[in-house]
């Protein structure tokens, strides 16, 4: 078993706080989710996680014009300097306070950062190797209050920043002799966006009260003068220290200062920049007095998109003010807007809910929309294929993700109560799912809809769940009643109900290889029921604490329960007695709440492991709980094998041993005053003796913990629910050289040399000895595709599984389809018997179960391309004969009235020769 698992993906959470931002050709949405930055590829319509994280949740991502560098802001200011191109962490810095906002310069040679009440201007980091990739240019002062907002002109000239002073201030990017500052007002609330006109000096100001201020340049970009600079600069005079304030500035390591005044500098030689407003324009003009949250503005198309408290955004197209488009699109407000460069697709962040929305606003469509769990995820599965995972959360939602792409494909909201527990069926497509509002429902992924309910015949919180092998058995356990409810599937009628567990019932799970019930509970005892004996109790297990978890090896062989106390004990089933425990308690090293009266090796006392979980092979176990570590355990040995630590997060609680001592006063932590959230508009004030939530709290810090974690069927990833959302672990096969059976004469020359000679059996036995995955990979596809059969048919049997496994990695990630699938024929088709033979069932089931779920996504993928194609060109013969028989139609009326004119000319012509007749006659 390899431990070389990493993060890969965060699914469950597409956006927490922040500013969206849209890649440089627009296909894709940047997005921070806690202190992970995720992109969604709206084109290929998938999502990755960086493989990068601060130390708190991100408050701020900067874009550089080319696409290639994003600098990600913390909450405290940390930032990263991130490569987009090889997914890196470039550089470090910090800014050492809370920084509101950031934006490169249009040229991509600066970027300017506000915090508290200054503007930071940094050159920008270059192609080049660099010891400080950030270097302070100029340190821009005016604003009284925090500033909020940067842009640029096109030219990269000059920018703006509005502030919480209602002020904003126009600074040059240079040293202009004719704008050195200028501060404009006309708001009576905090400015939430300022936007320059394209290619001009023209301004628009919108501030949260709703109130959007047009304003016009005297002069044109082209129009600045740049300053001359003298030997000595000269002292100022009275009458010009507004003007010449700024020449006080030092050329050291903070770069320039530029303090400005609230009144434009005065005239001297050159006529300065002036500022006229041209126009005023409100958007609650009916009375309704909705706070705007965000603005955003699309130079080439002059559309302003604006997002409210109330979850409305309205399009208008400036400088006009006319109304294009409005639209309600969220009970909560709208904390973010970004448009792509083509002006076709709005991004909205909705931070309350969780959601990321892009909209066309053209064609009034949606083009993504995802929204995670509102509350904490209780629990997962794994289909049987590994492609889907199912969680349910504390929203009463049972949400179903591909593990391919990382998106929800549907959201089944029937449930009115928190969601304990679910699990898929044998099939595949079932899923069973457990919630406190005492029903147990079943939905299927064919036609998604709730195809049955269970309940029990008096009302119980069900919060545990287990469906049999066959898929036929459905059963639940009460926490209020302490029995153990089984269900038909086929007939959803209630079969019996198990009474004795004397506490909750915490788990349930079946066998995998016969009828037998394991259930867990509080009264420190694990039964066995037999579902074939009139479900009889088979054997009870006591132990020495409550029991959490339960969990069968996939074997059936040995059962895994998970206690109170911290220990991990493993019994056999058949003989009900126990083979061996895991002191699991130490291993945890439980961190220490800002609240908390007592010390974490104290608090420690009181915690343990609530999810366990086998390893496809059954010789390790996966056991996490209230903590921010997950553990796998060698089984055999009972010992420790690694540990992982799902987050490094400060911005939750219980992250750290030992508090801070510096907030350490006399009267306990500061950590307890209560000082609010912030913004206004987002502080609720729970009502007393709430559960859930922030406790009525203005200041609420959400502990770490993992409350279920799942293997993948394939073996090659794990998954786990975690305050920050469901973190997705696979196996790197770069991050471990692990040969087998290497010798002095095992070398990539010697296995190219090989390849030469067409030895095609031998490189590829050397390759897999060596074990390097790049190598492998170029000597498998190296040989020709008509000798692969005969390849598979000379391997010693020993390097059959081997290849295998490889081939069914590669199948889920190369384009080289036919080429794969061959392989995997031939090796089923020549060694398939002796696999079956040779191996250990549940060896060989892993690599089957990757191999079936590449094959299986390729073919979906294929089908539905093909069945597109085939339906259009079916509608194209179908109208094609459409329009052949209207076509025939048509002539055969053109033949019936040439026949009716050839018929009228004859009777014509007989009438004629009549009259004549008669005429002679």
Same mark, same amino acid.
């Given at each position: 078993?390899?431990?070389?698992?990493?993060?890969?993906?965060?699914?469950?959470?597409?956006?927490?706080?922040?500013?969206?931002?849209?890649?440089?050709?627009?296909?894709?949405?940047?997005?921070?989710?806690?202190?992970?930055?995720?992109?969604?590829?709206?084109?290929?319509?998938?999502?990755?996680?960086?493989?990068?994280?601060?130390?708190?949740?991100?408050?701020?991502?900067?874009?550089?014009?080319?696409?290639?560098?994003?600098?990600?802001?913390?909450?405290?200011?940390? $930032?990263?300097?991130?490569?987009?191109?090889?997914?890196?962490?470039?550089?470090?810095?910090?800014?050492?306070?809370?920084?509101?906002?950031?934006?490169?310069?249009?040229?991509?040679?600066?970027?300017?950062?506000?915090?508290?009440?200054?503007?930071?201007?940094?050159?920008?980091?270059?192609?080049?190797?660099?010891?400080?990739?950030?270097?302070?240019?100029?340190?821009?002062?005016?604003?009284?209050?925090?500033?909020?907002?940067?842009?640029?002109?096109?030219?990269?000239?000059?920018?703006?920043?509005?502030?919480?002073?209602?002020?904003?201030?126009?600074?040059? $990017?240079?040293?202009?002799?004719?704008?050195?500052?200028?501060?404009?007002?006309?708001?009576?609330?905090?400015?939430?966006?300022?936007?320059?006109?394209?290619?001009?000096?023209?301004?628009?100001?919108?501030?949260?009260?709703?109130?959007?201020?047009?304003?016009?340049?005297?002069?044109?970009?082209?129009?600045?003068?740049?300053?001359?600079?003298?030997?000595?600069?000269?002292?100022?005079?009275?009458?010009?220290?507004?003007?010449?304030?700024?020449?006080?500035?030092?050329?050291?390591?903070?770069?320039?200062?530029?303090?400005?005044?609230?009144?434009?500098?005065?005239?001297?030689?050159?006529?300065?920049?002036?500022?006229?407003?041209?126009?005023?324009?409100?958007?609650?003009?009916?009375?309704?007095?909705?706070?705007?949250?965000?603005?955003?503005?699309?130079?080439?198309?002059?559309?302003?998109?604006?997002?409210?408290?109330?979850?409305?955004?309205?399009?208008?197209?400036?400088?006009?003010?006319?109304?294009?488009?409005?639209?309600?699109?969220?009970?909560?407000?709208?904390?973010?807007?970004?448009?792509?460069?083509?002006?076709?697709?709005?991004?909205?962040?909705?931070?309350?809910?969780?959601?990321?929305?892009?909209?066309?606003?053209?064609?009034?469509?949606?083009?993504?929309?995802?929204?995670?769990?509102?509350?904490?995820?209780?629990?997962?599965?794994?289909?049987?294929?590994?492609?889907?995972?199912?969680?349910?959360?504390?929203?009463?939602?049972?949400?179903?993700?591909?593990?391919?792409?990382?998106?929800?494909?549907?959201?089944?909201?029937?449930?009115?109560?928190?969601?304990?527990?679910?699990?898929?069926?044998?099939?595949?497509?079932?899923?069973?799912?457990?919630?406190?509002?005492?029903?147990?429902?079943?939905?299927?992924?064919?036609?998604?809809?709730?195809?049955?309910?269970?309940?029990?015949?008096?009302?119980?919180?069900?919060?545990?769940?287990?469906?049999?092998?066959?898929?036929?058995?459905?059963?639940?356990?009460?926490?209020?009643?302490?029995?153990?409810?089984?269900?038909?599937?086929?007939?959803?009628?209630?079969?019996?109900?198990?009474?004795?567990?004397?506490?909750?019932?915490?788990?349930?799970?079946?066998?995998?290889?016969?009828?037998?019930?394991?259930?867990?509970?509080?009264?420190?005892?694990?039964?066995?029921?037999?579902?074939?004996?009139?479900?009889?109790?088979?054997?009870?297990?006591?132990?020495?604490?409550?029991?959490?978890?339960?969990?069968?090896?996939?074997?059936?062989?040995?059962?895994?329960?998970?206690?109170?106390?911290?220990?991990?004990?493993?019994?056999?089933?058949?003989?009900?007695?126990?083979?061996?425990?895991?002191?699991?308690?130490?291993?945890?090293?439980?961190?220490?709440?800002?609240?908390?009266?007592?010390?974490?090796?104290?608090?420690?006392?009181?915690?343990?492991?609530?999810?366990?979980?086998?390893?496809?092979?059954?010789?390790?176990?996966?056991?996490?709980?209230?903590?921010?570590?997950?553990?796998?355990?060698?089984?055999?040995?009972?010992?420790?094998?690694?540990?992982?630590?799902?987050?490094?997060?400060?911005?939750?609680?219980?992250?750290?041993?030992?508090?801070?001592?510096?907030?350490?006063?006399?009267?306990?932590?500061?950590?307890?005053?209560?000082?609010?959230?912030?913004?206004?508009?987002?502080?609720?004030?729970?009502?007393?003796?709430?559960?859930?939530?922030?406790?009525?709290?203005?200041?609420?810090?959400?502990?770490?913990?993992?409350?279920?974690?799942?293997?993948?069927?394939?073996?090659?990833?794990?998954?786990?629910?975690?305050?920050?959302?469901?973190?997705?672990?696979?196996?790197?096969?770069?991050?471990?050289?692990?040969?087998?059976?290497?010798?002095?004469?095992?070398?990539?020359?010697?296995?190219?040399?090989?390849?030469?000679?067409?030895?095609?059996?031998?490189?590829?036995?050397?390759?897999?000895?060596?074990?390097?995955?790049?190598?492998?990979?170029?000597?498998?596809?190296?040989?020709?595709?008509?000798?692969?059969?005969?390849?598979?048919?000379?391997?010693?049997?020993?390097?059959?599984?081997?290849?295998?496994?490889?081939?069914? $990695?590669?199948?889920?990630?190369?384009?080289?389809?036919?080429?794969?699938?061959?392989?995997?024929?031939?090796?089923?088709?020549?060694?398939?018997?002796?696999?079956?033979?040779?191996?250990?069932?549940?060896?060989?089931?892993?690599?089957?179960?990757?191999?079936?779920?590449?094959?299986?996504?390729?073919?979906?993928?294929?089908?539905?391309?093909?069945?597109?194609?085939?339906?259009?060109?079916?509608?194209?013969?179908?109208?094609?004969?459409?329009?052949?028989?209207?076509?025939?139609?048509?002539?055969?009326?053109?033949?019936?009235?040439?026949?009716?004119?050839?018929?009228?000319?004859?009777?014509?012509?007989?009438?004629?020769?009549?009259?004549? $007749?008669?005429?002679?006659?």
């Amino acid at each position: 078993m390899k431990f070389a698992y990493r993060f890969s993906n965060l699914l469950g959470a597409v956006y927490r706080q922040g500013n969206l931002n849209f890649s440089k050709d627009g296909n894709a949405v940047i997005s921070p989710v806690g202190n992970r930055v995720s992109v969604f590829d709206l084109k290929n319509n998938t999502s990755e996680t960086l493989p990068i994280s601060t130390t708190k949740n991100i408050t701020c991502v900067g874009l550089s014009p080319d696409g290639h560098l994003a600098i990600v802001v913390d909450e405290d200011g940390a $930032a990263l300097l991130v490569s987009l191109i090889t997914r890196a962490v470039l550089h470090h810095f910090h800014f050492h306070k809370p920084v509101s906002s950031i934006r490169f310069s249009p040229d991509g040679r600066k970027f300017v950062v506000t915090k508290e009440n200054v503007a930071l201007m940094y050159h920008a980091p270059g192609k080049q190797r660099e010891f400080n990739a950030f270097v302070l240019d100029k340190s821009y002062y005016g604003p009284y209050d925090e500033t909020t907002c940067i842009d640029w002109t096109d030219d990269s000239k000059c920018f703006v920043v509005g502030s919480k002073d209602m002020s904003t201030w126009v600074f040059g $990017a240079e040293r202009w002799a004719n704008l050195i500052y200028y501060s404009l007002g006309g708001h009576k609330d905090v400015i939430v966006g300022c936007f320059f006109e394209k290619d001009s000096l023209d301004l628009y100001t919108v501030s949260q009260d709703g109130t959007l201020c047009v304003w016009e340049s005297d002069t044109e970009l082209d129009g600045l003068v740049l300053k001359k600079s003298r030997d000595k600069p000269k002292p100022p005079m009275q009458g010009d220290e507004e003007e010449e304030g700024e020449e006080d500035r030092v050329e050291g390591e903070e770069g320039e200062v530029i303090r400005g005044k609230v009144e434009a500098p005065k005239e001297k030689k050159t006529k300065n920049v002036r500022y006229k407003q041209r126009s005023k324009h409100f958007f609650n003009k009916e009375g309704d007095f909705n706070n705007l949250t965000t603005a955003a503005y699309h130079k080439p198309t002059h559309i302003l998109v604006t997002g409210f408290a109330s979850g409305i955004f309205h399009l208008h197209e400036l400088p006009e003010f006319n109304l294009i488009h409005s639209l309600s699109i969220s009970d909560q407000r709208i904390t973010s807007v970004a448009i792509n460069s083509s002006g076709d697709w709005i991004g909205f962040g909705c931070s309350g809910m969780g959601q990321l929305l892009v909209w066309e606003w053209q064609s009034e469509s949606y083009v993504f929309k995802q929204q995670g769990h509102f509350n904490n995820m209780a629990s997962l599965a794994y289909s049987p294929d590994g492609q889907y995972i199912a969680t349910g959360g504390d929203d009463g939602k049972v949400k179903v993700w591909n593990t391919n792409s990382g998106l929800c494909f549907v959201t089944f909201t029937e449930h009115t109560s928190s969601v304990t527990n679910v699990t898929f069926t044998s099939s595949g497509f079932v899923i069973v799912s457990a919630s406190l509002d005492g029903t147990v429902r079943a939905f299927d992924l064919h036609r998604y809809r709730n195809f049955r309910t269970f309940t029990s015949p008096r009302p119980a919180q069900f919060s545990s769940l287990a469906v049999d092998v066959s898929g036929e058995l459905v059963s639940a356990g009460a926490q209020d009643s302490f029995e153990i409810f089984l269900w038909s599937m086929q007939t959803g009628r209630l079969l019996e109900v198990l009474g004795g567990h004397e506490g909750p019932v915490s788990c349930l799970c079946f066998s995998p290889v016969q009828s037998i019930l394991a259930s867990a509970s509080w009264d420190r005892t694990i039964r066995l029921w037999d579902m074939l004996d009139s479900w009889q109790v088979k054997e009870t297990l006591a132990l020495n604490s409550d029991g959490l978890s339960v969990t069968y090896r996939p074997d059936g062989q040995e059962l895994a329960v998970a206690t109170l106390n911290g220990e991990i004990s493993f019994w056999n089933p058949h003989t009900a007695t126990q083979t061996g425990s895991v002191a699991g308690r130490h291993d945890l090293e439980m961190g220490r709440k800002e609240t908390d009266k007592i010390t974490a090796k104290q608090s420690a006392k009181g915690k343990s492991f609530t999810s366990l979980c086998y390893s496809a092979d059954g010789e390790s176990i996966l056991a996490g709980g209230q903590s921010k570590f997950v553990c796998i355990y060698n089984v055999k040995e009972q010992m420790l094998m690694k540990k992982f630590e799902i987050s490094c997060n400060l911005s939750f609680d219980a992250m750290e041993e030992f508090l801070d001592r510096r907030k350490m006063t006399e009267f306990g932590s500061l950590a307890l005053v209560d000082e609010g959230a912030g913004d206004g508009d987002s502080v609720n004030i729970s009502l007393p003796g709430v559960r859930r939530g922030d406790m009525s709290s203005r200041h609420f810090k959400p502990e770490i913990r993992v409350s279920s974690l799942r293997f993948s069927p394939t073996g090659r990833s794990w998954s786990a629910t975690t305050t920050e959302g469901l973190l997705v672990y696979s196996l790197d096969g770069s991050l471990v050289f692990d040969p087998y059976d290497l010798d002095l004469d095992v070398t990539p020359a010697s296995i190219r040399k090989q390849l030469r000679l067409q030895e095609w059996a031998s490189a590829i036995v050397l390759a897999f000895r060596l074990n390097e995955k790049a190598l492998k990979q170029e000597v498998l596809e190296t040989v020709p595709h008509e000798q692969i059969p005969v390849v598979c048919g000379s391997l010693p049997d020993i390097y059959v599984e081997k290849l295998l496994s490889f081939v069914a $990695a590669s199948l889920e990630k190369s384009g080289h389809l036919q080429f794969y699938m061959t392989w995997a024929k031939s090796l089923l088709m020549l060694h398939g018997q002796k696999l079956k033979n040779r191996s250990a069932p549940r060896a060989i089931l892993p690599t089957l179960q990757a191999l079936q779920k590449s094959i299986q996504r390729h073919f979906d993928n294929l089908s539905k391309l093909c069945d597109f194609n085939m339906f259009n060109i079916r509608y194209a013969v179908a109208l094609s004969k459409q329009r052949g028989l209207k076509r025939a139609a048509e002539e055969d009326e053109e033949e019936e009235e040439e026949e009716e004119e050839d018929d009228e000319l004859s009777e014509e012509m007989s009438v004629a020769s009549l009259e004549g $007749a008669d005429m002679i006659l």
